[in-house]
Nanobody, 122 residues
């Protein structure tokens, strides 16, 4: 059974960098045709897909976040720089098999972590 667990900085100041790790158990991030996404949900708003790294190391990002976001393969590591207070929200990692932009995270992603709250202070 695949399980995902997010961890990392919960309180970050504006303009600093966010670093989050997604620890995967029950599967390998190199499992064929797997794609590991980061998604976030600001308070009172819907889910926003951020980016994905595939089993072979290819990455795809939301156009609106591409300039500030990177995902690397080791532990599905998310880094986002130049944080703003509006980046506050719950951040999730999830796995599916969509190799590109995920338009419907709840439908396209099969297993989710429980999420971690990130608060950006001004």
């Amino acid at each position: 059974q695949v399980q995902l667990q997010e961890s990392g900085s919960g309180l970050v100041k504006a303009s600093q960098t966010l670093s989050l790790t997604c620890t995967v158990s029950g599967a390998s991030i190199t499992s064929s045709y797997s794609a590991w996404s980061w998604i976030r949900q600001p308070p009172g708003k819907g889910l926003e897909w951020m980016g994905v790294i595939t089993y072979d190391g290819s990455t795809y990002y939301s156009p609106s976040l591409k300039s500030r976001t990177s995902i690397s393969k080791n532990t599905v590591y998310l880094q986002m720089n130049s944080l703003k207070p509006e980046d506050t929200g719950v951040y999730y990692c999830a796995v599916g098999c969509v190799f590109g932009e995920v338009s419907e995270p709840e439908a396209d992603l099969e297993v989710w972590g429980q999420g971690t709250l990130v608060t950006v202070s001004s």
